[in-house]
């Protein structure tokens, strides 16, 4: 059965889940809406949803320096309560994404803490590459976004694929652990030091 955005909408607008997770959620269950929904309650990410908007005012500053001593990435990534800061698993999870950052080398966290101007500087240049390959005036707006789609994955931590499973962004990875933990957890913010470069303006 193929399974349409009406679908994965019906289905976050009922569990409050992601829109990639829903549409996985349909694909395993060829289509059945209360099946997929009983999935992402058996997946916990029906209850991760929930929490993603409860304050984090707990966690940890984490660093990773990689091999050689030649990249360094400091990380705060917040959660609730100091027993969860605490937390193994938290802290593995911490350390698996300053890991992440130090091999991916993300610029942002997420699309929204990216300047306006870098995004209005990025589409352009996409859009004069459309023109320049002879693209219809008429779809070069749709073009530009598509690649500026790809720069937000490339670029924003919470959209690169997960170094260690190429199957999860970091987005998935954090709702996994809310799930597996029972705590919001957010990234808050993060540097990656590379030996000799100097801080780009």
């Known amino acids: 059965m193929e399974i349409n955005a009406e679908m994965v909408k019906k289905l976050r607008e009922k569990s409050g889940v992601g829109m990639m ?3 996985k959620a ?15 309650r058996e997946k916990g990410l029906d209850k991760a949803a929930k929490k993603a908007t409860r ?24 959660c609730e309560t100091d027993f969860v800061a605490r937390n193994e698993v ?17 610029l942002y ?14 589409k352009d240049i996409y859009a004069k590459q459309a023109l320049n390959e002879g693209k219809p005036a008429n779809v070069v707006d749709k073009i530009a976004d598509g690649r500026l789609n790809k720069f937000y994955a490339e670029n924003c ?8 499973n190429n199957d999860m962004t970091i987005t998935d990875l954090i709702k996994e652990h809310i799930a597996l933990i029972g705590e919001n957890i957010v990234i808050k913010r993060f540097v990656r030091f590379v030996l000799g470069e100097t801080e780009k303006e």
């Open 21 to 23: 997770d829903c549409k």
């Open 26 to 40: 349909l694909v395993e269950c060829k289509g059945d809406f209360n099946k997929a929904s009983e999935y992402l």
């Open 55 to 78: 304050p984090t005012s707990e966690g940890v500053i984490d660093c990773y320096i990689h091999l050689g001593s030649k990249i360094g990435v400091m990380l705060e990534i917040n």
């Open 90 to 106: 938290f802290k593995s999870l911490s350390h698996n994404i300053a890991l992440h950052i130090a091999a991916s080398a993300p």
């Open 109 to 122: 966290v997420s699309r929204e803490e990216i300047p306006e101007a870098v995004i209005e500087k990025e």
């Open 157 to 164: 931590l919470m959209e690169q694929l997960y170094v260690k």
